[in-house]
């Protein structure tokens, strides 16, 4: 059996060091901050936005929210980021996703100070990431690097296949792995030969989201994989990507679904928002 990457308790490790960082800032009158915008009732937002505020009471970092209604228009939102931009005692701005239909997300996430993209989707922390500038990494990503390294799955020199190409996980996944020195090949719905693919992967890391679809099959014995799938099976449970209980007993490690990936999501958004403090502290340098 697969040995399991145990996502919520090197998140914890995470949220906890983090923690210890934001208490020695306080010491020297620096209280991190993160201001959280939400538009709209969507439920799924309000659980991920909740999930947050409940991290950063943990870490310790002070949240500021905005929940605003449905309706409310671009030029409004613009303005509050616009505000929360120039505010010297706001570190971090978070916009959650999706947003309303009526709202175009590129020119909300363009109006986000590049200093305080906590999120990293910025296209400045976009382009830091492809040339090899430092910058805030998009939180899921630099999530799943975190649980390989601690770990103890090497990276360098292996073949990593990551299958999905989107711009919140496959891609900034795909330039990461290649950052710490891997092999790269990045799959997607057009890819030919699919199994073979991934069948060559050391590092398999599957973002795809079709529940259970990489089975036994796709996957070299003693591969690491790695689940960012977050879907609902037949009987409407939580399930990722992977077929765990056929992968699990081919793969030599593995993330569960729940409790692999997606607890890192958050703990990496609190280490973002105690770097954009850090370098503002520095004299208001970008990250
Ligand atoms: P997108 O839908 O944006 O992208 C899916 C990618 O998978 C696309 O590149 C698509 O290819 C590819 N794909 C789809 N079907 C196949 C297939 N049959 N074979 C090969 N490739 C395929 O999804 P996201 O990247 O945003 O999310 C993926 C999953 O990860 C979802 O389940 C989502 O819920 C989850 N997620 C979890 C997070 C966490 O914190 N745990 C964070 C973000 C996402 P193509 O480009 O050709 O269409």
């Known amino acids: 059996m697969a040995q399991i990457i145990d996502g919520k308790a090197i998140s914890q490790a995470i949220k906890d060091e983090v923690k210890q960082e934001v208490e020695s800032l306080s010491g020297q009158g620096i209280t991190v901050t993160l201001a959280v915008i939400q538009v709209g009732d969507n439920p799924a937002s309000t659980v991920y936005v909740n999930n947050k505020k409940k991290a950063c009471a943990y870490t310790g970092i002070r949240s500021l929210s905005w929940h605003l209604p449905e309706d409310t228009r671009q030029e409004e939102l613009l303005a509050l980021i616009g505000e929360l931009n120039g505010r010297a005692d706001v570190n971090g701005i978070l916009v959650q996703l999706p947003l309303p239909a009526h709202i175009d997300e590129d020119a909300v996430i363009d109006a986000i100070s590049p200093a305080k993209d906590v999120d990293g989707f910025h296209p400045r922390s976009v382009g830091a990431l492809c040339i090899g500038k430092p910058g805030f990494l998009p939180c899921t990503p630099a999530g799943i690097i975190e649980l390989l390294k601690r770990s103890g799955i090497e990276i360098a020199g292996r073949e990593c296949v990551m299958i999905g190409r989107s711009n919140i ?24 030969k699919l199994k073979e693919v991934a069948g060559r992967a050391d590092i398999l890391i599957v973002a795809t989201g079709r529940a259970k679809m990489i089975t036994a099959d796709y996957v070299k014995p003693g591969a690491s994989v790695i689940d960012v ?33 997606g607890p890192m999501t958050i703990a990496m958004l609190m280490k973002n928002c105690l770097q954009a403090a850090r370098m503002q502290a520095e004299g208001g340098r970008e990250a």
């Open 169 to 192: 996980v496959g891609k900034p996944m795909a330039l990461l792995l290649l950052r710490e020195n891997g092999t790269v090949t990045v799959a997607h719905s057009r890819t030919d």
């Open 229 to 261: 799938g977050m879907d609902r099976d037949e009987n409407n449970k939580l399930c990722g990507d992977v077929d765990y209980e056929s992968v699990s007993r081919i793969a030599g490690a593995i993330t569960p679904v729940p409790g692999g990936v």
